[in-house]
């Protein structure tokens, strides 16, 4: 069965840092846009990074541009999303997901991750 498989969540101060990590089981990697998206308690999920196939064009959830940096290393089949300056409002499950179409409608990805809990507080 193909997969993805998010690592890196845990308990942060604000301000800290975390680094996602989002690796592929049985498929590759590079043939798909791979979006991270969140979901915090009571609210809907919501898109916070995209990247390309090629990794030449990103996108970002305007509440944390300048924050957070996507990346992917096709040779690691695996994508990365860097927090920076995390904030309380930073908290929820993190998804990473593959899909065909460059763009934040979740109906178009077609593999998710179990997610990963980042959660942001002193």
């Known amino acids: 069965q193909l997969q993805l498989v998010e690592s890196g969540g845990g308990l942060v101060q604000p301000g800290g840092s975390l680094r996602l990590s989002c690796a592929a089981s049985k498929f590759t990697l590079n043939s798909y846009t791979i979006g991270w998206f969140r979901q915090a308690p009571g609210k809907e999920r919501e898109g916070v990074s995209l990247?390309?196939?090629?990794?030449?064009?990103?996108n970002y959830a305007d509440s944390v541009k300048g924050r957070f940096t996507i990346s992917r290393d096709n040779a690691k089949n695996t994508v990365y999303l860097q927090m920076n300056s995390l904030k309380p409002e930073d908290t929820a499950v993190y998804y990473c997901?593959?899909?065909?179409?460059?763009?934040?409608?979740?109906?178009?990805?077609?593999?998710w991750g179990q997610g990963t809990q980042v959660t942001v507080s002193s």
């Open positions: 997901a593959a899909g065909s179409h460059y763009d934040w409608d979740t109906s178009g990805y077609d593999y």
């Open positions: 990247i390309c196939r090629s990794g030449r064009m990103t």
